[in-house]
């Protein structure tokens, strides 16, 4: 499967953005699909994830209540809405796919490449 992450862009503090992670040569409704970013000089970060099947999501501590996962299998792709965004967000986020389809135990075989978020007035 080929993963190609987009919609990012420069936005104000509070404001929202939505990400899309496009799938081709295979249904990701068979994957789990996690969101990762990564900020200047600091290390990858997990940000969150949806199941495949149950469509359980997980999301780490600093983006509850502010993000939402969520997957369109008609499109093969999977959305992060961010809303609320502030300058810590600002990062490149990339889109993974892990083939065992269950967010707690992926590892995660597929990555595509990234979309810059920007947070700043």
């Known amino acids: 499967v080929q993963l190609q992450a987009s919609g990012g862009g420069l936005v104000q503090p509070g404001g929202s953005l939505r990400l899309s992670c496009a799938a081709s040569?295979?249904?990701?409704?068979?994957?789990?699909i996690g969101w990762f970013r990564q900020a200047p000089e600091k290390g990858r970060e997990w940000v969150s994830c949806?199941?495949?099947?149950?469509?359980?999501?997980l999301y780490t501590d600093s983006v509850k209540g502010r993000f939402t996962i969520s997957g369109d299998n008609a499109k093969n792709t999977v959305y992060l809405q961010m809303n609320n965004l502030k300058a810590e967000d600002t990062a490149l986020y990339f889109c993974?796919?892990?083939?065992?389809?269950?967010?707690?135990?992926?590892?995660?075989?597929?990555w595509g490449q990234g979309t810059q978020v920007t947070v700043s007035s």
């Open positions: 993974a796919a892990d083939r065992g389809g269950e967010c707690a135990v992926a590892m995660y075989d597929y």
């Open positions: 949806i199941s495949a099947g149950d469509g359980n999501k």
């Open positions: 040569g295979s249904t990701l409704d068979n994957y789990a």
